[in-house]
C-alpha cells in the first residue's frame, strides 16, 4: 500500500486530470490525501465532487492556510501507510507508474528515498528532461553528492517515517523545500533511482 500526497491550491484546470491518472493506475493499492489550501478558482468543489465518488480519497482543508511547505507537511502527518508518493495538482503519471515505483521500493527497502527521471508536457508535445543518472541505471546511488540530486517531487516517493525522523519539509522554505527535504534524506538514507520516465 502507498499514500499518494497532493497539495491543492487553484489547479481548477489541471486536478481532475491529475487524479484520473492516479486511478489509472496499473497499481491499485493506493490511498490518496489531498490538502487544499482554500482555493478561489472552484478547485474545492471539484475535488470535494471527485471525493464523493472516489473512497480512496481525502480531502483535507489546510490549516490557517500557511502554503505549500505546511501542506506538504500535513499530508504526510494524515497518511495512512509509511510508504509516500509526491504528485503536484498539474502532474501526470503514465499508467505505469506506481507499479514501477512500488517494484523499485520492493527491491530496496532499506532506502529512506526513491525516484524516477521525469519529462516535461507541452500542449501535445513531450519534451525529454536529461536526468543526471546514467541511462538505465537502476539501484541505489552509491555516492549521491557527485552528481547532485536526481530527485524531482512528481517522481519522487519517501519512507513516512525517515522523513518524520529528520523534521518534515522545512516550513520556514517557501521555494525549494522540497530540494531541502531530498539532500537531508541522502545524508541519511540510502537512496533508490530507477532512470524510467513514467511521470
Known sequence: MISIVIPLYNKAQSIANTI??????????FEIVVVE???TDGSTEIIKKIATEEPRLRVLMQVNRKGVTPARNESIE???YDR??????????????LATLVKLMDDYPQAGIWGMSYGELRGDKKYK????????????IQNPWILGSPYWTGATAVSKSAA?????FDNRIIFGE??????????????????????
Do not use: H
Not at 484520473?20 to 493506475?25: A, H, V
Not at 509516500?84 to 507508474?97: K, N, R, S, V
Open 20 to 29: 484520473k491518472c492516479i486511478q489509472n493506475q496499473t497499481y491499485q493499492d
Open 37 to 39: 489550501g482554500w482555493s
Open 78 to 80: 494524515a497518511a495512512k
Open 84 to 97: 509516500i508518493a509526491f504528485i503536484d495538482a498539474d502532474d501526470y503519471w503514465e499508467p505505469e507508474y
Open 129 to 140: 528532461v536529461r536526468s543526471v543518472m546514467p541511462l538505465n541505471f537502476r539501484g541505489i
Open 164 to 168: 518524520i525522523k529528520i523534521g518534515g
Open 178 to 199: 522540497d530540494i531541502d527535504l531530498w539532500y537531508r534524506l541522502m545524508l541519511e538514507y540510502p537512496c533508490a533511482f530507477e532512470n524510467t520516465r513514467l511521470s
